[in-house]
């Protein structure tokens, strides 16, 4: 079993900046890659990031690269999620994932957190 605990939500105003954070327990953060995904109220939950297990590779949505950055510190067992110039649409709850696979899909992650916040007023 892995624990993921999410935090760094907030309520933020359009053109900031926020760093989300998820810190991993119980099995050995190194053996899994890393996601985030996101879900906006009445919509599916969405693909936002991928890490692999070393943090050489990442993968992004398409329409978040440039804003987003995935990142991750095996000896903090931790992975980050920072946002830049975030905009109303980006408002959602924020999911990290862990997963034997870097992928986009939601289905292939095997542990995940409770979620945080993230609200960007206009």
């Known amino acids: 079993q892995v624990q993921l605990v999410e935090s760094g939500g907030g309520l933020v105003q359009a053109g900031d900046s926020l760093r989300l954070s998820c810190v991993a327990s119980g099995r050995t953060f190194g053996d899994y890659a890393m996601g985030w995904f996101r879900q906006a109220p009445g919509k599916d939950r969405e693909f936002v990031a991928a890490i692999s297990r070393s943090g050489g590779t990442a993968n992004y949505k398409d329409s978040l690269k440039g ?34 696979l870097m992928s986009v899909r939601a289905s292939l992650y095997d542990f995940w957190g409770q979620g945080t916040q993230v609200t960007v007023s206009s």
Do not use: E, H
């Not at 950055?69 to 905009?87: A, F, G």
């Open 67 to 100: 804003r987003f950055t995935i990142s991750r510190d095996n000896s903090k067992n931790t992975v980050y999620l920072q946002m830049d110039s975030l905009k109303p649409d980006d408002t959602a709850v924020y999911y990290c994932a862990a997963g034997q």
